[in-house]
């Protein structure tokens, strides 16, 4: 079955357009605002969501997202309201979700009961600690929903690429460089070749996340993939916006806004 | 040479649930280490460290006075207490970084709880002039100040760690995450018989000197081999050595000793076999403590050492097979085996190690005169005094 994000990609690739990815985690501050929050990104331009589920131990994520989580975590998120919220959220968009999530969330949530819960509402599943030599079960449970594994390909994956591109959907969530999530200072060059040797083993459209914090860095990087992934700056931005007592939705979608105009 | 891969679970447990981008570290240090196991320099220059440096092989020391009291079986001490850096996590350490100079690494990075492994870290990099930090959580750096300040002054870098809890898993998230970041020139030591593959069949192999050990010398001194074996159980270290050697043995029974805190019926404990459900944690699958959603909960030991939510997959795989059995000792029993133990035989033990000697004082004398029972004192207790102390006053 073709999911929404797959639709999506050859929706844009048809108007020669690149996608805009934005990330928030569910529940930060709390899950009325993530409706909100999906809701702006939308109208701001986003093509498709990834929303977090907050987990105790995110060890693939920076500080910025540490504390989302935690934020998330306070307000008494977790995955039985989450499915809540996205009941509520699909009755007023059908925009592309996926999940980042860590292994262990759906895990312990049964893997069948979770795929079962989500087939529908959720297009696409990122697990960051889930690498090709774990996800076997995972994926061959995920033939019977129009749930996309998405898989991460990191600078250092060299020739391991070929058989982590192989038969996916969705799209490849291309590690922009070594660490964890986070803003970066700059971007290495070699990241256009590193692109390009994913497109030489796979169809399945491309997009560049981890570091991505600005429209200066949208102009540099759209080129290179299908699409950019912008995640710890959208979360610094509801982060500063519950501090300073703003409007966090205004500032969310002047934000979105600003990046999708510098496509 | 053996070129073989080693095998990623233990049963269903261990495997690999880490970042993409450690990966290729990850099979680059099983091939390395392939390599280095099979190569006789290698386990000579390790085995020469053992000896010279830290002092092995440690004593397996007749307790009189503690066999006489509990009047039960013969008891026997392992004396990893009496390891250089007073643990034996050094034996680990210095397997790890003799595999790091191997592979031309030039930073090291580890994560402590106790400190124990801090230290041995710390002193081994001093040796051998390795660029060294060490992740603690900011709840351990204040119950063991004195490993803090050791490490200091051995030139390593302590990176105090606040995210989470404060303590061990936290520290071991935040050298995960480390690691992510400078995968190139780092090599990540892991203190335990945890993370992912291969690191839990790694750190066993350099620890199982603690068993093979036992074994000759039980031998020496009793021509047989024990009939019990104790040992404290946090990620599980010095109790995957102990144990080993001895896990195609039928007739001996094995037992790991976990942490119940103020009670495994409380909400207080980091009795993770006991009471723990499957999961993943740090990159391994395995028992831990969690909430139905898979959040890891907060675990609790007076030992800053058995504080971890996790435990080696090995010991998952052992505790399913029966091959050993797990229990659980509680802080008020683990303070009052340290003072017994410190009083009767004139050895302070490590708290962790403690949890062993308090289980010893349940089984003994339940056991046979001609029994022989086996504890394995992993650690010294300096570094506890001032927890005692605060505890409940000097003895």
Redesign the interface.
């Known amino acids: 079955m073709e999911s929404r994000i797959t639709k999506k990609f050859k929706e844009l690739k048809s108007n020669n357009q690149k996608a805009l990815i934005t990330y928030i985690t569910c529940g930060d501050p709390d899950l009325d605002t993530t409706i909100d929050l999906v809701l702006a990104m939308e109208k701001a331009g986003a093509d498709i969501i990834e929303l977090g589920i907050p ?3 995110p ?2 994520d ?2 910025t997202i ?1 504390r989302a989580s935690q934020r998330a ?1 306070n307000s008494g998120t ?2 039985d309201s989450i499915f809540e919220m996205l009941s509520k959220l699909r009755k007023n968009t059908d925009i592309p979700i996926a999940f980042l999530l ?8 049964g893997i069948e009961e979770f795929l079962n819960k989500f087939s529908g509402s959720v297009d696409g599943l990122i697990i ?7 996800r076997k079960e995972l994926q061959e449970l995920l033939e019977n929903h129009p749930i996309d594994l998405i898989p ?7 020739d ?1 690429i070929k058989e ?1 591109v192989k038969a996916t959907d969705g799209f490849i969530y291309c ?1 922009s460089s ?3 999530t986070g803003k970066r200072e700059k971007f290495n060059l070699d990241l256009k070749y590193f692109i390009n040797k994913i497109k030489n083993h796979t169809d399945t459209p491309t997009a560049i996340g981890f570091g991505i914090s600005n429209e200066k860095n949208v102009k540099t990087l759209k080129d290179f993939a299908d699409g950019l992934i912008v995640g710890s700056t959208i979360v610094e931005k509801i982060e500063e916006s519950i501090q300073t007592n703003n409007n966090v939705i205004k500032n969310v979608y002047e934000f979105v806004n600003r990046l999708k105009e510098a496509f | 040479m053996n070129t073989k891969e080693l095998p ?1 679970r233990f049963g269903k447990f261990g ?11 990850l099979i680059e240090l099983e091939n390395e280490y392939i390599k280095a196991k099979n190569d006789e320099n290698f386990i000579k220059l390790f085995k020469y460290y053992l000896k010279e440096y830290s002092g092995r092989p440690t004593p397996l020391y007749f307790a009189k006075n503690l066999t006489k009291n509990l009047g039960g079986g013969k008891i026997y001490l392992k004396r990893e207490d009496l390891n250089h850096t007073g643990a034996h996590k050094i034996n680990n350490v210095l397997g790890q970084v003799l595999l790091a100079k191997r592979m031309n690494k030039k930073r090291i990075i580890a994560e402590t709880g106790a400190g124990q492994h801090g230290v041995a870290t710390a002193t081994v990099c001093a040796m051998f002039d390795i660029a060294c930090e060490v992740y603690m959580g900011e709840e351990d750096i204040k119950r063991q100040s004195l490993n803090v300040y050791k490490m200091k002054m051995l030139g390593a870098k302590v990176n105090p760690v606040t ?2 809890t404060g303590t061990l ?2 520290a071991t ?1 935040e050298a ?2 480390d690691w ?5 020139d780092t090599f990540y030591v892991i203190g335990s018989v945890v993370g992912p593959h291969p690191y839990p069949t790694i750190v066993r192999d350099f620890q199982r000197i603690i068993g093979d050990e036992v074994n000759q010398q039980i031998m020496e001194k009793e021509n047989r081999l024990p009939d019990y074996l104790i040992a404290c159980v946090g990620g599980g270290s010095n109790a995957m050595g102990l144990f080993y050697p001895f896990c195609n043995e039928d007739n001996i029974k094995i037992y790991g000793v976990e942490a119940a805190g103020l009670g495994i019926d409380t909400d207080k404990h980091a009795a993770t076999i006991t009471k723990g ?7 391994m699958m395995t028992y831990l403590l ?1 909430d ?5 909960m907060p675990v609790h030991s007076i030992s800053a050492g058995l504080d971890y939510p996790g435990v080696g997959p090995e010991h998952a795989y052992l505790h399913t097979t029966r091959k050993a059995k797990y229990v659980s000792i509680t802080d008020d029993e683990a303070i009052h085996a340290f003072k017994y133990l410190t009083k009767i035989e004139g050895i302070i033990p490590a708290l962790e190690s403690a949890h062993a000697i308090a289980y010893l004082m349940k089984l003994a004398p339940k056991t046979k005169k001609d029994d022989i029972i086996v504890v394995n004192l992993s650690g010294r207790g300096d570094k506890d005094i001032h927890t005692i102390s605060q505890y409940g006053g000097v003895l």
């Open positions: 987990y105790s131990d060890l693939a920076g500080p540490q975590l977790n995955i860590y292994y262990n969330s759906i895990f312990a949530y960051p600690d889930l690498p090709l030599e774990e991460l390909v990191a600078p250092t994956s060299e391991r982590i590690i070594l660490g964890v | 990623k495997g690999q649930f880490v970042p993409e981008t450690l990966m290729s570290a995210s989470g898993k936290d998230n995960i995450r992510v970041a400078n995968v190139k459900s499957l999961g993943i944690i740090h990159g969690q139905k959603y898979g959040q890891i």
